[in-house]
């Protein structure tokens, strides 16, 4: 390995390095790679559909059958190949299409190198490098500011201050800090694994599973489970080694089997992780990128969406529209909107103001760079004084009898966006806290014009009529936002004067939250303000969305149950969204809400089905162990069950659309409806192999197990039906397919008796039908009792 080299310290140290230096410090590895990933390794998808702990338990049973003989009671080790190939080919294609899109999403650096400043990925950048900061970035590296403009960095995702910090040459700034105002430069000093944030950065973008109801709900399920089996098969074992009713230790054993077997939940984590995964990669299709895979489910709990107007109510393609000064003032008054639009730290206002005010000839002497906390900017000329461009009641917060001011007011209240351009003979104060210049006097009006999206006003009707309270919180005039809000068709506001001003919002938390709970648009929010609004609608106990493009939304994003980031917005702001909108259309969000409520009412129904196996399955084993029978169920026959009445459907079901609007209590709810319908089946399952033996007196265990199958298959097809509803074309079709092949393999001798290891007679199937019939009904009156029961 090279020795390394001191930091660039030569004249032309503003040149950044040259190509050599930057090779040295590749070869080196002092690069910011730090293995950050969207997704999952390849190796580590077969890894973790592989090694998991019910895998194990069921290779090991498996292996421990094929000891006893009987190959066909060996089958249900073919779940274990099943679960493992659906889980890994799925994974891997949600992986190549979301890998895909993070590229399209992934952070850019812009480094100076041998004099030329290029963009690269945030990876490229190595130790030493000069990297140029603008308004919206988020710092990739640490290091040592070399150059500044104004800059002013929030470090609160670092250290909780929610204040931005003024940066002057030779200053420190931290990676996962973000720019709110100027421009400037920074030498890396500590990249990849050495800087301070990156650990931050990465967790931000790798592929998770955060915090949610399903997750949790399934995980404690599979701890009970765990558990109980840990209770039950030692017990289990014993008493099938103890039954008269078991010849040799291999029937012994394959009882012992047979009831773990049942206690499994094998495809129920599968199907959780598909149907995120399915979901994540539907809305890809649809240009929405999902960044921790749960957070459908959170949109789907979500009632109530904060929305930020520029970006998604408007196409955030701010447009020049008119100036409005005295025609003496206009030639000072395009040179000073010249000046302010060739400022450094471009944004959507200077941007718009460039195709109408270029070529400046005076000459800039200082300037105040635009802030959203203050909503203005500055710039001095030589002999022509200080000109402050801003939002009008931020200039002028005293003044109301300026006729400009004035007309400022009535022209937001058509939905514009205007702009106080004031002078004075004062110098700019940028003294870490910039400040107004004294003596200002409002020379012109200027009126930017937004689109509002053709599909905004539909994406807002959806939301309320699935009960989703919204709310428009801008940094705009509170007319301005509350004009648009009144144009899309908001809920709660009729005229664009009911917008609230934000600067009389109190600062008391639960004050706040009183004055939110009846306010739907508010204007000049400043990014503080923003985080506060989110926290105060949190403390009331509601799940919050946040949209927005502008870095002044990223710390409100982050603080929200889920932010949802726009495609053209600042790289800051999508870093920390766990939603992001490529094409930057706010409509898509339907679609997610749709994808949420499916994955959660379709695991529910899943979730269902598993556990009610579960638990007949345990009462069959509590029962034996308490009668010394033996076990009423081969390995063979439960495989045979699970897979027509729990596998093929749950996996069918759990794919399938489904609009039912979020209710809270997943994991009770299920507990409710499987623990006495799981009851009821493993009853009746013991009550048929008991009528049978009284019936046929000493026919063997082969009786019970086939009048055994034939009462679960019945009352668990019932359950699925009860599952299933609203029964309609393709359910009812799915149901009749499962019955006829369940028909098939006991009308056929060569499946039922030689691989199903089943001795079916009319008697047989008859106590069987009969039995089955009697808990599908008692599973009815169950199910109905408990669906009323949620559904009040």
Request: charged share 20%; hydrophobic share 45%.
């Amino acid at each position: 390995m090279s020795e390394r080299s001191a930091p660039t310290t030569h004249d032309d140290a503003a040149h950044g390095l040259t190509g050599a230096e930057v090779a040295e410090r590749v070869a080196d590895g002092r690069t910011n790679a730090v293995g950050a990933q969207t997704s999952r390794s390849t190796a580590q998808i077969i890894r973790a559909n592989v090694v998991t702990p019910f895998n194990g338990l069921l290779l090991t049973l498996f292996v421990i059958i094929l000891t006893t003989g009987r190959w066909q009671n060996g089958l249900f080790g073919l779940v274990i190949v099943a679960n493992t190939a659906i889980g890994v080919f799925q994974e891997l294609r949600a992986k190549r299409t979301l890998d895909r899109l993070a590229v399209l999403n992934a952070p850019r650096a812009r480094v100076t190198r041998d004099g030329r400043t290029s963009e690269i990925d945030v990876t490229d950048v190595v130790a030493d490098d000069l990297i140029e900061l603008r308004t919206g970035d988020q710092v990739v590296a640490d290091g040592a500011i070399t150059t500044t403009t104004g800059l002013e960095i929030d470090e609160s995702l670092l250290t909780g201050e929610t204040d931005p910090i003024a940066k002057t040459t030779g200053d420190e700034v931290r990676s996962g800090s973000i720019v709110v105002a100027g421009t400037g430069r920074f030498r890396a000093t500590h990249v990849g694994a050495d800087a301070y944030a990156t650990r931050l950065t990465a967790e931000a973008r790798r592929f998770t599973v955060v915090r949610s109801e399903l997750v949790a709900g399934t995980n404690k399920l599979l701890r009970w489970i765990s558990l109980m089996m840990l209770v039950v098969a030692p017990l289990l074992l014993w008493s099938q080694f103890r039954t008269p009713e078991t010849d040799t230790w291999q029937e012994a054993v394959t009882g012992a089997v047979a009831g773990l077997v049942g206690m499994v939940p094998e495809g129920l984590v599968l199907l959780t992780s598909l149907a995120f995964m399915i979901a994540a990669v539907s809305l890809a299709r649809k240009q929405t990128l999902v960044q921790e895979l749960p957070a459908v489910e959170v949109l789907a709990r979500v009632d109530t969406v904060c929305l930020d107007k520029t970006g998604t109510l408007t196409h955030g393609d701010i447009v020049y529209d008119r100036l409005v000064t005295d025609p003496d003032d206009e030639p000072d008054v395009r040179e000073a909107l010249a000046l302010s639009a060739a400022a450094p730290d471009r944004n959507a206002t200077s941007a718009a103001l460039a195709t109408e005010f270029t070529d400046p000839t005076w000459r800039q002497t200082g300037g105040i760079p635009f802030s959203s906390a203050r909503k203005w900017s500055a710039v001095s000329a030589e002999g022509h004084g200080t000109w402050v461009l801003g939002a009008p009641e931020m200039v002028f917060p005293d003044t109301t009898d300026e006729p400009l001011l004035r007309t400022a007011s009535d022209v937001a209240a058509e939905g514009n966006r205007v702009l106080v351009l004031a002078s004075t003979t004062e110098p700019t104060q940028d003294t870490g806290k910039p400040e107004l210049p004294p003596g200002l006097t409002a020379r012109a009006l200027v009126v930017l014009a937004e689109r509002i999206r053709d599909d905004a006003a539909d994406t807002l009707r959806y939301f309320t009529e699935q009960g989703v309270a919204l709310k428009v919180i801008s940094g705009d005039n509170p007319r301005t936002v509350g004009a648009v809000a009144v144009a899309v068709g908001l809920p709660g506001i009729e005229h664009a004067t009911d917008a609230v001003d934000a600067r009389t919002l109190p600062e008391d938390p639960d004050r706040l939250a009183d004055t939110l709970e009846h306010t739907v648009v508010l204007g000049r929010v400043t990014p503080h303000q923003k985080r506060a609004i989110v926290g105060a609608l949190q403390r009331r106990g509601h799940v919050v969305a946040m949209t927005g493009d502008g870095v002044n939304d990223a710390m409100a994003l982050k603080d929200a149950d889920i932010g949802v980031a726009m495609g053209n917005g600042a790289a800051a702001t999508r870093a920390v969204a766990q939603l992001v909108l490529l094409d930057s259309r706010f409509a898509h969000l339907p679609d997610v809400v749709a994808e949420g409520r499916r994955v959660i009412a379709n695991i529910e129904r899943a979730a269902n089905l598993f556990l009610v196996k579960n638990v007949y399955s345990l009462v069959l084993a509590l029962v034996v162990v308490a009668t010394a029978l033996a076990y009423p169920l081969a390995p063979i026959q439960l495989t045979m069950i699970s897979a027509a009445t729990i596998g093929i459907p749950g996996f069918v079901l759990a794919l399938a659309p489904n609009r039912r609007r979020y209710v809270p209590g997943f994991l009770r709810r299920v507990l409710r409806f499987a623990i006495p319908t799981g009851a009821v089946i493993g009853l009746a399952a013991y009550a048929g192999d008991l009528t049978i033996r009284a019936l046929e007196p000493g026919e063997g265990s082969r009786a019970g197990q086939t009048v055994a199958t034939v009462v679960v298959l019945i009352a668990s097809l019932w359950t699925l039906s009860l599952l299933a509803r609203p029964l309609n074309g393709w359910k009812l079709g799915l149901l009749v397919g499962l019955a006829t092949g369940v028909a098939v393999i006991l009308a056929v001798p060569a499946l039922g008796s030689g691989v199903f290891l089943l001795s079916v007679t009319p008697q047989r199937l008859l106590v069987g039908a009969a039995v089955g019939v009697l808990a599908g009904v008692l599973v009815e009156i169950i199910g109905r009792a408990v669906l009323r029961h949620t559904q009040n």
